[in-house]
């Protein structure tokens, strides 16, 4: 893992999830905790179309915990914006613990 270390009075970009994406400087950078100072906000967590329109991929329970982690990665890389795992009547496998993907 690198852990980028920004210094007193650098810029950077901020992302919460809910409300957007904003830019702010650094005002006191710190080893527990940093004190930033938002400037302004690039884009609304609604606006933005990726994760509006991104598609769900619906998927089957797989036996193999490999073979279901590798589906989970490459969704991921191609853009699916969750994944729904559904069971039907020749599922083989009808538990799946969400936690562990």
């Not at 073979?67 to 039907?88: D, R, W």
């Amino acid at each position: 893992t690198q852990v980028m270390r920004l210094k007193r009075d650098s810029m950077c970009r901020l992302f919460d999830g809910q409300s957007g994406e904003f830019t702010a400087r650094i005002e006191q950078p710190d080893k527990r905790e940093t004190v930033a100072i938002v400037s302004e906000r690039i884009r609304d967590q609604a606006d933005d179309r990726s994760t509006r329109f991104a598609p769900t991929l619906l998927f089957s329970p797989l036996k193999s915990k490999a073979k279901l982690q590798f589906l989970v990665e490459k969704a991921t890389e191609l853009g699916v914006g969750s994944l729904q795992p559904i069971t039907t009547k020749r599922t083989e496998v009808t538990k799946l613990n969400v936690a562990k993907l």
